[in-house]
């Protein structure tokens, strides 16, 4: 299946998304189902309170908390307060809690969602899915964001959204601490397409983000030997160094270890999606293109940083069959005075994947496919 209308699909930034929100969910025949999460993060509400605000009653939630072994206790008091809140906010809620980790240390949140969602039958009335990807972790989001997008597409009428809460600078201050093992994201492994003819060429875009350095190098590890490397980097972004500033946090990995030429690296928007998902794709296009009928091309995303470059990976690996391959965190920290200074600095974006709006372009069939 392909999604023409995705190169260009209906998106809003920050002011324009309360303006989206207010004139489209306003209709009375508006019935929305938001799945986000109710963890520590500061920016859990957000979304939740800016929906329930224009539509009351019409609005039902499903709340995932996601568990880690023993998490901070602060960080424990906050997703508790969060909780509360997200059930006063949206009246018809249930919090769902999904063990991340099984007893025997395993990475089993991915298919835990995947189980919870596909358990679930969406009421026929309806009209409009919203997945907050705001606090989620890409363990949880991008399988139910795939799970969403097939039921919304399967139904034809009713419409899939992603929006998103970016804070860059809350992201960089939140520590995490990664498992032993990376692996590939629930429904995202993208070797259905292989058929071993070919020897596979691997080329791996990993997100380069504060403080993922570890992360980055157990999954380059897990990755192995790959045709090229190319790290995607913010720019342009809020902080118009970062990209630099990121080059200087991993000079080792990018010189010594992973030998990135510097023209291989892709920089794209920190705050539009739809760069780092064009970016990926015409990347992807033209890797085909080069090692056709020599190779067996095979594209592996790590979206480890920024939400919004994740959701244009997520895009991509969605249209594309792309391998995201990640490591799961174990537990994360964030200093209360750090929450407070950078919550001020929230962007946020709404972007409209599937629905009636787009009319015959929701979904054509390939010819393959049809």
Known sequence: MTRPHWDNCITHFDGAVAEFVQSYFAEPNRRCLLVAAAGFDPRSQRVPALLAATLGDRLSAIFIREERGQPDQDLLERADANEAALKEIVFEARVETIDVFGDDGAAVGGPRIAALLNSIAIDESVTDVVLDLSALSIGIGFPAAKILLADCEDAKARAFHLLIVSNPELDDRIVSEPADNAMSVKGFSGTGHLDGTLETAQIWLPQLAEGRRRALTSIGTAVNECYKICPVLPFPARDPRR???????????????????????????????????????????????????????????????????????????????????????????????????????????????SGPVYGDYNAVATPEEA
């Open 243 to 353: 990209a630099d500033t990121l080059i200087g946090e991993f000079e080792n990995e990018l010189v010594n270890e992973w030998a990135v030429d510097p023209r291989d690296l892709v920089y794209v928007s920190e705050w539009n999606p739809l760069d780092s998902y064009r970016s990926i794709s015409l990347l992807k296009s033209r890797y085909d293109k080069t090692v056709e009928g020599t190779f067996q091309p095979r594209m592996i995303l790590s979206p480890v940083g920024s939400k919004v470059m994740a959701a244009g990976a997520l895009m991509a690996a969605l249209e594309h069959d792309l391998t995201v391959q990640y490591i799961e965190t174990v537990r994360y920290e964030l200093s209360g005075d750090q929450a407070q200074q950078t919550t001020g600095n929230d962007q946020m974006v709404h972007v409209l994947l």
